[in-house]
Nanobody, 122 residues
Framework: QAQLVESGGGLVQAGGSLRLSCAAS????????MGWFRQAPGKEREFVVAITWSGERMYSADSVKGRFTISRINANNTVYLRISSLKPEDTAVYYC???????????????WGQGTQVTVSS
């Protein structure tokens, strides 16, 4: 059974950094685009950043450009999200997802993790 498991979330002070991980299992995801989304309390899930299966192309939301970096190691079936200069408005549950195309649309992703909480204190 295909599964994505996020880790690395926690409580961080504003201005700090975090690296989130997404470990895939149950099938190979090396030919899938991988994306990160986030959902803050009372808000809809929003796209953050995605990467192609090869790692050659990335696509970020304008709101996070320059602070969020996605990377992947296919041999380890793992995707990472590095977040720097954290802001209180980055507080959300962060989800990783796998899909067949690089897209910002949630319905473009087939597999989803359960999410990891990131809380940024001011």
């Amino acid at each position: 059974q295909a599964q994505l498991v996020e880790s690395g979330g926690g409580l961080v002070q504003a201005g700090g950094s975090l690296r989130l991980s997404c470990a895939a299992s149950g099938r190979t995801f090396s030919n899938y685009a991988m994306g990160w989304f986030r959902q803050a309390p009372g808000k809809e899930r929003e796209f953050v950043v995605a990467i192609t299966w090869s790692g050659e192309r990335m696509y970020s939301a304008d709101s996070v450009k320059g602070r969020f970096t996605i990377s992947r190691i296919n041999a380890n079936n793992t995707v990472y999200l590095r977040i720097s200069s954290l802001k209180p408005e980055d507080t959300a549950v962060y989800y990783c997802a796998a899909g067949l195309a690089l897209t910002a649309k949630t319905d473009g992703y087939t597999y989803w993790g359960q999410g990891t909480q990131v809380t940024v204190s001011s």
